[in-house]
T-cell receptor
């Protein structure tokens, strides 16, 4: 099955700096990679996703890049703000199984003033 | 509109007891998923329902775990003879069609503590 590794497990940045979270996946047939944000005590929410036919996708201050050859994808947050503080999870779909996602273990991002 | 809801929000039980966790998906969503989130871990897939198809139970960790979805809507996850290692947050999610790019919308979760 699919295996997703996520690094770092914790990340602390100053407000205004950029944050990068990296994930690797094992199955080259995976073709969909969403990122979820989970604020303390709240439910995970999708913030951005990318399909395997695209190398990069941006949405305001967040972007995701995908390197299919290396089987890794990254989340980039620019101009970080305190409200970006949360746990971020990457995920990859299990090939041939439509909707099943394998999640990384999460990155706790702390944006300090 | 209303999001995914789950009940109870917290459940404390004694080892060996059975528990039932409930999930109400977004109205009209045909796909429903259960995940388990242990402390400091990611979300572990448990089971997936899509319309009237047989559920994908490949993620259930043991035969003590079962789930059903009645009428294509509400789902119940049952854990029999609970063990301490079952303590976790159980999250339910739903998506419109279950396609691989469908956004999965999560509920608030049920925090299960097995004493």
């Amino acid at each position: 099955g699919e295996n997703v590794e996520q690094h770092p497990s914790t990340l602390s940045v100053q407000e205004g700096d950029s944050a990068v979270i990296k994930c690797t996946y094992s199955d080259s047939a995976s073709n969909y990679f969403p990122w979820y944000k989970q604020e303390l005590g709240k439910r995970p929410q999708l913030i951005i996703d990318i399909r395997s036919n695209v190398g990069e996708k941006k949405d305001q201050r967040i972007a995701v890049t995908l390197n299919k050859t290396a089987k890794h994808f990254s989340l980039h947050i620019t101009e970080t703000q305190p409200e970006d503080s949360a746990v971020y999870f990457c995920a990859a779909n299990l090939p041939g199984t439509a909707s099943k996602l394998t999640f990384g273990t999460g990155t706790r991002l702390q944006v300090t003033l | 509109g209303a999001g995914v809801s789950q009940s109870p929000s917290n459940k404390v039980t004694e080892k060996g007891k059975d528990v039932e966790l409930r999930c109400d998906p977004i109205s009209g969503h045909t796909a429903l998923y259960w995940y388990r989130q242990s402390l400091g871990q990611g979300l572990e897939f448990l089971i997936y329902f899509q319309g009237n198809s047989a559920p994908d139970k490949s993620g259930l960790p043991s035969d003590r775990f079962s789930a059903e979805r009645t009428g294509g809507s509400v789902s119940t996850l049952t854990i029999q003879r609970t063990q301490q290692e079952d303590s976790a947050v159980y999250l339910c999610a739903s998506s419109r069609w279950g396609g691989y790019t469908d956004t999965q919308y999560f509920g608030p979760g049920t925090r299960l503590t097995v004493l």
